[in-house]
């Protein structure tokens, strides 16, 4: 037990309620297990892995750490049902689903002993996945860099509302960055935080420096969402982003746009580092991120800002109560 023990410290066997989110070209098995040393619980993200090569990245991160970790998969994506069966042949703690419907392949992971926790962007969906018999729901905010809801709720809205329509523990996500931003979620009854952006803008992150540095010297407003009415993305404002936006102002069709996007952007911005024509993803905290510091660092800050965050919530509280009482007993 610490002073963070929650249900979701409990479900995942962790330390500190910090879950490193799962991201395509970001977090292999240096970040996650430089996460779940820490006290965090890292997250291997596999929506960018074949099955051969998430097998030897499981192995590697348990080479690393004795410390549980997860697999985050996209359920549409190409190779979920293969990187599914490589998560259930490991053996992986928990399983992290996003990016499509929680029923598919929960029941087969529960059966299995595997946590399983989906990731939504509103209450309607949260309910379904309780309804699934998930283990969790993490619910992300407009904020979230990567792939996002067409809702389009903000944090502050959506962590709340999911709360108060769900009994299953919460995990927010979507703007979280420090130990403020963490309290704050915590406060407004989640049970843990998962943190992308912070994360993807760290030395273990497996993404290019190239697009570490564009993102650490971005500004407020330069992380915006496109493809708003076909599959709503935040990212890095760069030339390839504004055409997209261009194109999106004057109408152009679906198929239009896919063509502007092609294939493999993100991970020309990722990972191979092009600032320029890549698919930048990232949050909008990035406006706020102003280093690359090690994963361990990230954790550490995080939890020492929570603590001092609460404490002073608490000490406001106490100070005020005892204006409140020397108000009172003020002889008139
Ligand atoms: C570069 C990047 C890649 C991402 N890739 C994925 C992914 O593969 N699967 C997924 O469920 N979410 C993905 N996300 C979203 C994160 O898992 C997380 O929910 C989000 O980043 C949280 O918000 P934040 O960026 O404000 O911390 C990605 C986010 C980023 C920044």
């Known amino acids: 037990m610490t002073e963070l023990t929650t249900k979701i410290t409990n479900l995942l066997g962790v330390r500190y309620p910090i879950i490193q989110a799962g991201m395509v070209w970001v977090s292999g098995w240096r970040l996650a297990s430089a996460v779940s040393e820490a006290g965090g619980f890292g997250v291997i993200g596999s929506g960018s892995m074949e099955p051969g090569f998430l097998a030897k990245q499981i192995e590697k991160t348990r080479a690393a750490t004795s410390r549980p970790f997860g697999v985050n998969v996209p359920v549409m994506h190409k190779n979920a049902a293969d990187n599914i069966g490589v998560c259930l042949e490991k053996g992986v703690s ?5 990016a499509g419907s929680p029923k598919v392949f929960t029941k087969r992971l529960k059966d299995a002993g595997i946590k399983v926790i989906h990731v939504v962007p509103s209450c309607a969906l949260a309910k379904k996945v309780e309804a699934a018999g998930c283990d969790a729901v993490v619910a992300e905010g407009t904020e979230a860099g990567g792939h996002n809801g067409y809702e389009e709720l903000t944090s502050v809205v959506l962590w709340p509302s999911v709360v108060d329509a769900v009994k299953i523990p919460v995990i927010a996500a979507g703007g979280v960055a420090d130990g403020r931003t963490a309290a ?9 935080v998962q943190v992308g952006t912070r994360f993807a803008l760290t030395r273990e992150s497996s993404a290019s420096h190239d697009y570490k540095k564009a993102a650490v010297a971005s500004q407020e407003g330069q992380a915006p969402l496109y493809l708003r009415r076909f599959m709503p993305t935040r990212a890095l404002a760069n030339p390839y982003l504004e055409r997209a936006i261009e ?13 502007i996007l092609g294939r493999g952007r993100a991970r020309r911005g990722i990972l191979d580092g092009d600032i320029q024509e890549g698919e930048l993803e990232i949050g909008q905290v990035s406006g706020r991120i102003n280093g690359i510091p090690a994963a361990a660092e990230v954790v ?4 020492d800002g929570i603590l001092f965050a609460v404490r002073k919530l608490e000490h ?14 003020r002889p008139s």
Do not use: H, P, Y
């Open 184 to 192: 704050a979620a915590l406060i407004m009854g989640a049970e843990g």
């Open 300 to 303: 550490q800050k995080m939890v």
């Open 94 to 98: 928990a399983v992290f689903t996003s």
């Open 247 to 259: 194109a999106e102002r004057r109408g152009a069709s679906r198929e239009e746009l896919s063509q």
């Open 316 to 329: 406001v509280t106490r100070d005020e109560a005892a204006q409140l009482n020397s108000n009172d007993k």
